[in-house]
């Protein structure tokens, strides 16, 4: 049996593999504007979508992906499952093995992630941790390209909390050759072990605790919410991020061909003020939308490693 093809960390797939991913959601994105239906390739297969924590647009765009391309949903809820009882999440990739084709799950604890595709003889999908949020960055790609042709050379910024996103695009860096500069507080700031895998594979990173240095000249400002999933001490984080708010004044300084990023849920007027989320430099919509196609992309790359090649 050949091993399934698992969609755990951007670190752990070569560029080429996520280059075609993103080439069949854009393809397929066309086909979805033209109104033309794609005949069904996802016919007779199902998606289990594991929730341990809340989601709008992870779960919707995995569900109408799959449905979209024939295929059925499963929702299911850590709480709802015997998981919650204590059954292994080893059992629980055995069981879900046996009767779904792929399965994505959202968890905030990385190591049940490895651990249910380490006993999945299906496809597992990361649909966020607390270390990464792959799907996600894979939109984001999407959305910088066609807003600004090839990521290739550009200068990317990420402003704030040094979270699971900044990590997934950290890892995009090196393969899609871009430069990654993060201005985020000391105390916020990116694992050492994530910078020092970045220098391993090549990545231009620049860390910095200056928002002004990191955006100068870039192409891209992106930022997150200060209180991720899972984070404690509200109060410390808003104090500590406060000076790294995206303002009309960080994104003067950035320049008006930047554009503005975020994956959503937004606080407004927190890590970013509403004038920056509505203003004609944000792209946020786009980026939420394109979850779908790059979604459509992730699943026929796992789906179609069994199906001898879902072609698209
Ligand atoms: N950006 C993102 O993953 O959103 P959801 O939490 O709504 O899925
Ligand atoms: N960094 C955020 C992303 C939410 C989609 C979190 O982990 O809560």
């Not at 992870?58 to 799959?66: C, E, K, P, Y």
């Not at 109060?235 to 994104?251: F, G, I, K, T, W």
Request: charged letters at 25%.
């Amino acid at each position: 049996m050949t091993a399934p093809r698992h969609f755990l960390d951007l670190d752990l797939l070569p560029a080429s593999e996520l280059r075609h991913i993103l080439d069949s959601g854009a393809r397929l994105k066309a086909e979805r504007r033209a109104r033309r239906s794609v005949d069904g390739p996802f016919a007779g297969r199902f998606l289990a979508m594991v929730f341990e924590r809340p989601s709008t647009r992870t779960r919707v765009s995995f569900d109408i992906a799959m449905r979209e391309l024939g295929g059925e949903t499963i929702m299911l809820t850590g709480a709802e499952m015997q998981l919650g009882r204590g059954e292994t999440i080893a059992d629980t990739a055995r069981v879900l093995s046996r009767y779904v084709d792929a399965i994505m799950i959202r968890v905030l604890d990385h190591a049940a992630l490895e651990e249910l595709a380490a006993n999945a003889t299906v496809p597992v999908i990361n649909g966020l941790t607390k270390r990464s949020h792959p799907c996600q960055v894979m939109a984001d790609l999407m959305t910088f390209e066609e807003h600004r042709g090839p990521i290739r050379g550009r200068k990317v910024a990420w402003v704030g909390d040094a979270n699971n996103v900044m990590a997934s695009w950290v890892h995009a860096a090196p393969l899609f050759d871009f430069e990654m500069r993060v201005a985020c507080p000391p105390e916020l700031s990116p694992e050492p072990e994530l910078v020092a895998a970045a220098a391993a594979a090549g990545a231009r990173l620049h860390v910095t605790h200056d928002p002004f240095e990191a955006v100068d000249g870039v192409d891209c400002v992106i930022t997150d919410t200060w209180v991720s999933m899972g984070d404690k001490e509200r109060e410390r984080r808003h104090n500590l991020l406060m000076p790294y708010q995206v303002n009309d004044r960080l994104m003067a300084a950035a320049g008006k061909d930047a554009i503005f990023m975020h994956c959503l849920p937004a606080h407004r007027d927190e890590e970013v003020t509403t004038s920056v989320m509505d203003g004609p430099q944000s792209v946020v919509f786009d980026e939420a939308e394109n979850r779908l196609h790059a979604q459509k992309g992730i699943l026929a790359w796992c789906l179609g490693a069994e199906a001898g090649g879902v072609v698209l």
